[in-house]
């Protein structure tokens, strides 16, 4: 039986895809450069380009190998190879927007645990996402700080320094996310409990997200963080 919420003191949230709607983000920057040349594009399908595109060998750190991602993808999409556009989609990320329960399910949650932000997004990115959260985090990781991304275990093992300084352990952890692949399998395999948004419960595939080898059954699963914030709330009454 998976461990109650509130046995733990910090949460530890995945952002891009688990709090910020980053498909939704490069579909609709990617359908506005369609339609500046005059042709459109499926989302899904643009989704499916981006993810493969996005985890070739020389893929650099996340939101700037956008530039380079565009361009793999373009011709593909019949969109103009125009870096321009490539550097359009990357600033896009800073106008993606959270979805629509991450800041509020987020500000109640910040009462009862401490919330640590994990990304593979580089700082300048995190620094738009986290306004459009309301700022809610405790403390802050991304891939400039850690120096790799998820699902590298050393990711993980920069946070568990972090909360073992303030005399904690990751069994105080639970674990946030959307991404099978980068999160809730490592998390698993590192002995972290998790917690699974599944934010395509509605939709098939994977979409932007790289498919694991293997599905992790969480020890939580929600298919919003609505939902979450609303199973802690109703577990917090039954502690008083």
Not at 4 to 30: A, H, N, P, Q, S
Not at 91 to 120: C, R, V, Y
Not at 136 to 154: H, I, L, N, Q
């Amino acid at each position: 039986m998976a461990r109650g919420f509130r046995e733990f003191k910090y949460m530890t949230f995945d952002v891009v895809g688990t709090l910020i709607d980053f498909e939704g983000g490069i579909t609709t920057c990617l359908a506005g450069i369609a339609a500046d040349a005059g042709v459109s594009i499926d989302g899904e399908a643009a989704l499916a380009l981006y993810r493969q595109a996005r985890y070739m060998p020389d893929a650099g750190l996340f939101p700037d190998d956008l530039v380079r991602v565009y361009m793999v993808i373009a011709p593909q999409l019949d969109l103009p190879a125009e870096e321009k556009y490539g550097i359009r989609l990357r600033d896009s990320a800073s106008a993606w927007q959270g979805f629509p329960d991450s800041a509020t399910a987020l500000a109640e949650l910040a009462k009862s645990h401490k919330l640590i932000a994990m990304t593979n997004a580089r700082r300048w990115a995190l620094d738009h996402f986290e306004r459009q959260l309301g700022s809610p985090f405790f403390a802050t990781f991304t891939a400039d700080d850690t120096g790799t991304e998820k699902p590298d275990p050393a990711f993980f093992q920069k946070v568990f320094d972090f909360v073992a300084s303030r005399g904690d352990s990751k069994d105080d952890i639970l674990h946030v996310a959307q991404s099978q692949y980068h999160d809730v399998g490592i998390s698993r395999a590192l002995g972290v409990t998790n917690c699974w948004i599944e934010r395509r419960h509605a939709q098939k595939g994977y979409g932007g997200t790289i498919e694991p080898e293997r599905f992790t059954v969480p020890d939580h699963h929600f298919t919003s963080m609505a939902s979450l914030a609303a199973a802690v709330r109703e577990s917090l009454k039954e502690r008083a």
